[in-house]
């Protein structure tokens, strides 16, 4: 998946780097690229997982 920014009339390299960062966010790269930042172990990723999903009962006060 390429993202690619051509300059516009007249528009600073600041400006494009900021529409270049948005397009990243909003295809999700910059997510995935810290997701991927480091090894994660097959056996962390589902415990991560099971915790995200496990919800208390509530209103069992005991």
Known sequence: ????????GGESVEQMMR????LCEKE???KD???REYYEKPS?????T?????????G???
């Open 19 to 22: 529409r270049f960062k948005k």
């Open 1 to 8: 998946m390429a993202i690619r920014i051509k300059g516009r």
């Open 44 to 48: 962390e990723r589902r415990n991560r």
């Open 33 to 35: 690229v810290r997701r």
């Open 60 to 62: 069992t006060g005991r």
């Open 50 to 58: 099971k915790r995200r999903t496990f919800r208390k009962p509530v």
């Open 28 to 30: 999700g790269l910059t």
